[in-house]
Each structure stands twice: as structure tokens, then as C-alpha cells.
């Protein structure tokens, strides 16, 4: 029996409205809710592999406490990831993934770019292991180095995939959004 393919369009833009509804992070609530949804939805969920004593209430008030407001404000004034604003963008990611890291002491680059792509989807590629696998596939006689200037500035790997991601769209799929590339990557 042949499988049949899913077109998850639908959900997403669940996770988008619920988004653009609530950019903000000033209740700790809201927080913690989209968090656990897009967390759960697309199996990275914050708690996974953070011990017993976790709790999501600490990494949602991290959040609220950070900059991640203002700096998405900025980000979202982007209608496509390009060379030149990719640095700004890989700064966010980066800066996500360490308030993740502090409170779970685990890296969560899966969770901050899926997070982060909800909150501005024009700029953010989607990272994961399946993604990062199969553009590693198509791309498989180029080279692609973050140069070493950027291994402690940025997430190196979300880094190499990203820069992945941006050669692979404008050399095969021009002008395609982050979550066109990752419909792509996954095969939908």
C-alpha cells in the first residue's frame, strides 16, 4: 500500500495565527503555551531530555525577561533571509538557544528555529535532524564552512544548515520562503 502524503498547511497556520495573535512575550502563560505547542507539534519539546527537576514555568520566564521582543521586531522587518541579513538572523537564533540552554542545559537549536521560524517566518529556516540530513543529501559535492570567526558568535550547526539552505533556494528553488524549503527537504 502506497503511503499517502500529508499536507500539514492546516496546522501550521494554527501555529502561525497563534503567533502573530500573541508576538509578544510578556505573559508567562502565553509563554509556556506556545512553547508546549509548537514543542509537541513538532516533536521538540522543551522538556525532553532536561531531567526531573525541569520546569517549563523557568524557561518561559527567562524568556519574558529577555530581549527576544525587540530583537524580533527587527528580524520580522525582513521579507526573505539573504546574505545580507543571515548574521542577524543567525544572532537571534543563537541568543535563543542560549536562554534554552540555561535554563535545561541542553542545546535546543531544533526547538529555537521552530520557534523562532513561527514568530517570523519569513526569516527563520526550519532546522532538524531529518532537514538537516536530507540538505546535506542534495548538496552533497559542496563544501560548506561557517568561517571560524562565527564558531563561538553563532550556533555553528544551525549556521552550516542555514547557509545550506540559502544556496540550495537560490540556486534550485529561487525566491522560496523558509517553510517552502523545508516542505521541500521533507518531501511534501
Not at 536562554?99 to 513561527?118: C, D
Not at 517570523?120 to 542534495?138: G, L, Q, T, V
Request: with cysteine; net charge positive; proline share 2%.
Amino acid at each position: 500500500m502506497e503511503s499517502e502524503i500529508v499536507n500539514w498547511d492546516w496546522a501550521n497556520s494554527i501555529l502561525y495565527n497563534m503567533c502573530e495573535d500573541e508576538p509578544k512575550h510578556t505573559d508567562v502563560n502565553i509563554t509556556v503555551g506556545k512553547l508546549n505547542i509548537i514543542g509537541r507539534t513538532y516533536s521538540a519539546t522543551i522538556e525532553r531530555g532536561a531531567g526531573s527537576n525541569f520546569k517549563i514555568l523557568e524557561v518561559a520566564k527567562k524568556i519574558n525577561d529577555s530581549a527576544v521582543d525587540m530583537l524580533l521586531e527587527r528580524i520580522r522587518l525582513f521579507n526573505i533571509p539573504n546574505k545580507e541579513n543571515i548574521e542577524d538572523i543567525l544572532e537571534v537564533h543563537k541568543y535563543f538557544t542560549d536562554i534554552l540552554f540555561e535554563v535545561t542545559g541542553l542545546n535546543k537549536r531544533s526547538l529555537a528555529s521552530k520557534y523562532l521560524h513561527f514568530h517570523a517566518p519569513e526569516a527563520f529556516f526550519i532546522y532538524d535532524s531529518i532537514a538537516n540530513k536530507k540538505i546535506r543529501e542534495e548538496l552533497t559535492n559542496k563544501k560548506f564552512k561557517v568561517l571560524n570567526k562565527y564558531n563561538k558568535k553563532y550556533d555553528k550547526e544551525y549556521a552550516n544548515f542555514v547557509y545550506r539552505c540559502l544556496y540550495f533556494r537560490d540556486n534550485f528553488h529561487k525566491g522560496k520562503s523558509p517553510r517552502d524549503i523545508d516542505k521541500v527537504l521533507l518531501g511534501y
